[in-house]
């Protein structure tokens, strides 16, 4: 699965310039994989790290970032919640929903 952030929902580039310009200090391509890297640390668990790869495109002029996530052998909570894609939907799986969708993975 890939995520382009810097690319609105309708495909048209936007870039990070707004996203950098929150970051202080280090307001650029280092700063921000870095702020990403610490909300994956923080929010997701166990911490995805074989399971993502972060990269930087520069696209009609914007820089764009391109977080590609290949499927890992667990499954990974945010914030101790465990979501999964429903055709082009993401749900929070709770109560029996989440003990079927376990169990059916052998977790």
């Given at each position: 699965m890939t995520l382009l952030l810097g690319v609105s929902y309708a495909g048209e580039v936007v870039g990070l310039d707004g996203d950098f310009g929150m970051l202080?200090?280090?307001?650029?391509?280092?700063?921000?994989?870095n702020k990403?890297?610490?909300?994956?640390?923080?929010?997701?668990?166990?911490?995805?790290?074989?399971?993502?790869?972060?990269?930087?495109e520069d696209v009609e002029g914007k820089m764009v970032c391109r977080v590609s996530?290949?499927?890992g052998g667990v499954p990974h909570y945010l914030d101790k919640r465990l979501y999964v894609r429903?055709?082009?939907?993401?749900?929070?799986?709770?109560?029996?929903?989440?003990?079927?969708?376990?169990?059916?993975?052998g977790v």
């Open positions: 202080g200090e280090k307001a650029n391509r280092d700063g921000f994989e990403l890297w610490d909300l994956m640390k923080s929010r997701i668990h166990p911490i995805p790290t074989g399971e993502v790869k972060v990269g930087f996530v290949r499927r429903l055709g082009n939907s993401t749900e929070e799986l709770a109560g029996p929903d989440l003990q079927d969708w376990l169990g059916k993975r």
